[in-house]
Each structure stands twice: as C-alpha cells, then as structure tokens.
C-alpha cells in the first residue's frame, strides 16, 4: 500500500477526538487529588490510635478538599470526580473512627473503676520488675 491510497489519520472522526490526542485533554483536579491523599494518610494516622488527633484533623482537612474537588470536577476540561468520591469517603471514615476513638478514651478517662483498674495493673507490672 503506498501513502497515497492509505487513508488521512482522523479522517472522518470529530473534532473534538482528535484535539484530545493532541496532547491537551482533561486534567484532574488538584483539590480531588489532595483529597484522595489526606484522606488515606489521615485514615492510617486514625488507626494507629497514637495518630488519631492528627487524623482528625487530616480527615477533617480532606472533607472540604474532597467537597471542593466535587465542584471543580463539574467544569469542562477537568475531570477527577470519582478521585474527589474517594477522598471524601475515606475522610469521612477517618473523621467518625477519630470520634469514636476519642469518644472511647474519654469515656474510659472518666470510668473511675476502670482507671483504678488499669493503675493497679500498672502497680503490679512496676513491683514485678523491681523483685
């Protein structure tokens, strides 16, 4: 076959398809894209359990990201929706597992019984390693 009888690339496709191979399609958005980070990064901080106040915030920090990241993902020539999903999902759990956790210990906190216990426990494991 010789380059006279192939074919024009593109030829009868719209216009719009071969733009988008030119190189300048959707971006996704940034905002999402942070979302998605905060969000993993501030569920791994919450189940740590030592991390949990800095997941909070992450989360916290990752809910409006995400919320933002909807909105831009709305505008022509920018894509990210299913990213921005992501992150505010996993923002989200890491903002209801940092309440509960912080729920948790202050309810434990304020059990007098069980601080009792947990301090004779930490008695006997200090006189064990004292004998």
Same mark, same amino acid.
């Given at each position: 076959?010789?380059?006279?009888? /192939?074919?024009?690339?593109?030829?009868? /496709?719209?216009?719009?398809?071969?733009?988008?191979?030119?190189? %300048?399609?959707?971006? %996704? =958005?940034?905002?999402?894209?942070?979302?998605?980070?905060?969000?993993?990064?501030? *569920?791994? =901080?919450?189940? %740590? &359990?030592?991390?949990?106040?800095?997941?909070?915030?992450?989360?916290?920090?990752?809910?409006?990201?995400?919320? +933002?990241?909807?909105?831009? &993902?709305?505008?022509?020539?920018? %894509?990210?929706?299913?990213?921005?999903?992501?992150? *505010?999902?996993?923002?989200? *759990?890491? +903002?209801?597992?940092?309440?509960?956790?912080?729920?948790?210990?202050?309810?434990?906190?304020?059990? /007098?019984?069980?601080?009792?216990?947990?301090?004779?426990?930490?008695?006997? *494991?200090?006189?064990?390693?004292?004998?």
């Amino acid at each position: 076959m010789t380059a006279a009888s /192939e074919p024009v690339r593109g030829a009868g /496709e719209p216009a719009r398809s071969r733009a988008d191979r030119s190189g %300048t399609g959707a971006k %996704t =958005s940034a905002a999402a894209t942070f979302a998605l980070v905060f969000g993993v990064s501030g *569920l791994i =901080s919450v189940l %740590t &359990a030592i991390l949990a106040w800095l997941g909070l915030i992450l989360g916290i920090i990752g809910i409006i990201l995400g919320i +933002v990241g909807l909105k831009m &993902a709305r505008r022509p020539g920018v %894509t990210g929706r299913g990213v921005a999903i992501g992150g *505010l999902v996993l923002s989200i *759990l890491a +903002v209801l597992i940092g309440l509960g956790l912080a729920a948790g210990i202050s309810t434990f906190i304020n059990n /007098e019984g069980a601080v009792d216990r947990l301090q004779n426990q930490v008695d006997n *494991l200090r006189d064990k390693l004292n004998d």
